[in-house]
């Protein structure tokens, strides 16, 4: 798994580790029991503080998605196949995307604008199979 950073964005670092991880465990590209690098050689990798790793893995283990034990570091605990959401996940997810959205049509994008934006964020979480 490739994970790009962009030091010049106003999210902070720790947050793009941990959103292209999960976004690599949503498109299949990561899946239970995968190993994640170790905190040290992410940080060497993108020559940042390791503390900054440490806090992505931080918050993937708080939301279940990694776990890391001694012996074998940090890997996936759960992936879009083994994952079961919490009761309460879907409320809060729902209240976040739409906060999102709003965000978007506060901005001037149209209902069609939006719903273009969703359908392909969908669709790309989707491995094309091939046909032969």
């Known amino acids: 798994m490739d994970i790009t950073l962009d030091p010049l964005s ?16 949503a498109r299949g590209e990561l899946h239970r029991g995968d190993p994640l690098a170790s905190v ?11 503390a900054t790793v440490a806090k992505a893995y931080d918050q993937l283990r708080s939301e279940g998605l990694v776990a890391t034990n001694a012996k074998s570091g940090s890997f996936v605990a759960a992936d879009r196949d083994t994952a079961i959401a919490p009761p309460d996940y879907l409320a809060g997810f729902e209240s976040r995307l739409y ?34």
């Open 10 to 25: 106003t999210v902070p670092l720790y947050q793009q580790i941990r959103d292209r991880i999960v976004e690599a465990i």
């Open 99 to 132: 906060t999102l959205l709003a965000e978007g049509r506060a901005r001037g994008l149209s209902e069609a604008d939006l719903a273009e934006v969703c359908t392909r964020a969908v669709s790309s979480l989707n491995p094309r199979e091939e046909t032969p």
């Open 40 to 50: 040290r050689q992410l940080a060497g990798a993108f020559a940042i503080n390791p």
